[in-house]
């Protein structure tokens, strides 16, 4: 399974971004979604992450109320709708997908918000 980010963009605070992770192959509806961003000198941090079918989403607090997960199996893809946007959001993220013993990352998508 290939993991393919994309949405990438510069945005002022307060805007929005949506991030999408298109996977290749039919693996990806037994995959748990998650994403991950990472600032520079930061560590790598889980911000969202949502089951194989759907359900209660994670959040971390530091996005909880701005941030929305999803996804869409029959398309293969996961989604993260980021709305009020804030210069802290400013990272390279990831998503990543779980299944059993295995794991796969995405390239990564860098997304910059001004102030």
């Known amino acids: 399974v290939q993991l393919v980010e994309s949405g990438r963009g510069l945005v002022q605070a307060g805007g929005s971004l949506r991030l999408s992770c298109a996977a290749s192959?039919?693996?990806?509806?037994?995959?748990?979604v998650g994403w991950f961003r990472q600032a520079p000198g930061k560590e790598r941090e889980l911000v969202a992450a949502l089951s194989r079918t759907g359900g209660t989403p994670y959040y971390a607090d530091t996005v909880k109320g701005r941030f929305s997960i999803s996804r869409d199996n029959a398309k293969n893809t996961a989604y993260l709708q980021m709305n009020s946007l804030k210069p802290e959001d400013t990272a390279v993220y990831y998503c990543?997908?779980?299944?059993?013993?295995?794991?796969?990352w995405g390239q990564g998508t860098q997304v910059t918000v001004s102030s």
């Open positions: 192959g039919r693996a990806f509806s037994y995959l748990v």
């Open positions: 990543k997908g779980v299944g059993l013993r295995v794991a796969y």
